[in-house]
């Protein structure tokens, strides 16, 4: 037993003898490779679902990293890559804006948010891209969106991907607002079989005392069918509601769910709005991307 041990570990020792440095460097080399490779791949799948679980439920300050060349054949060979950021959501259209600057190479669009370029104020442009989410997945499987990120709290590798916002402190009481906030807590409460009820009902009272806010809310309940049935004549009420007090978002919401209602006439709402003294500074707004 002892003699066939020994036998062993004396043809142990000859074969690591007999390796040459170098090959040992070889080895040493090809394990290193493939274990990049196997952390790649991993990474790269992980990647993968996380970009399709984003694009499926898409939120607020999602960024999608595009490849530009896809999508239009009018650029610069240097220009490839580009950033988008979602701002706003109305039933099935996700509002788009792009990013003021193209990439050559995929790892610098990345750099672009480590080095803190979305904080700036001019960095997104102001024209709003209005695409339904079957586009926006569509994009998706054509890999001109390659890759999509949710920021948390507004950050994304630790970065801002917006201005930051400062909120002035107000000592007068406005209607509504405590309500307003109450029915969003409500709304993004995962874990009560009453939340959508509770968050109806606040919005519901918030949007009666006047707070433009609230009537959002309450118009985005009935376009998503939350709670109540879809009713979009409901919502556009609200909308117009919100909209009359110089509400913006309230307006651009009203223009987007206007072309998805037979009778509604999007020029009488300008109109209405403008008699009402409301100072209309609403961009065009495109449902289609524009090569």
């Not at 990474?43 to 970009?51: L, N």
């Not at 984003?54 to 607020?60: A, D, H, W, Y």
């Not at 104020?121 to 998706?140: A, E, G, N, P, T």
Request: proline share 2%.
């Amino acid at each position: 037993m002892y003699i066939n041990e020994a036998i062993e570990n004396q043809e142990a020792s000859t074969f690591f003898k007999t390796i040459k440095p170098y090959q040992t460097f070889s080895i040493c080399a090809l394990v290193t490779i493939l274990c990049l490779a196997f952390f790649e791949y991993h990474t790269s799948i992980a990647e993968e679902k996380e970009t399709l679980s984003i694009i499926s439920n898409p939120k607020i300050d999602d960024i999608y990293f595009l490849d530009f060349r896809l999508l239009s054949d009018k650029l610069r060979p240097t220009e490839k890559y580009r950033l988008a950021k979602v701002v706003d959501i109305t039933g099935d259209i996700i509002t788009l804006v792009y990013g003021d600057f193209y990439y050559q190479r995929q790892n610098a669009a990345i750099n672009s948010i480590k080095y803190s370029q979305l904080s700036y104020k001019d960095y997104f442009q102001s024209k709003r891209y209005d695409l339904h989410l079957d586009v926006i997945k569509s994009m998706r499987n054509t890999q001109a969106i390659y890759l999509a990120k949710r920021p948390v709290r507004g950050k994304l590798f630790n970065r801002l991907v917006g201005p930051e916002k400062h909120e002035q402190p107000s000592s007068y009481l406005t209607y509504g607002k405590k309500e307003n906030i109450s029915g969003e807590a409500f709304l993004n409460e995962k874990f009560s079989e009453t939340n959508l009820e509770s968050a109806f009902e606040l919005f519901q009272a918030s949007s009666n005392l006047g707070y433009a806010k609230g009537q959002v809310n309450l118009a985005e309940m009935y376009i998503n069918g939350q709670y109540v049935k879809k009713d979009f004549e409901q919502a556009l009420y609200w909308l117009k509601q919100a909209s009359l007090q110089s509400y913006k978002p309230a307006i651009l919401k009203y223009g987007i769910i206007c072309k998805q209602v037979e009778l509604c006439n999007i020029v009488d709402f300008y109109q209405e709005l403008t008699a009402a003294g409301v100072n209309i500074k609403v961009r065009k707004l495109d449902f289609e991307l524009s090569k």
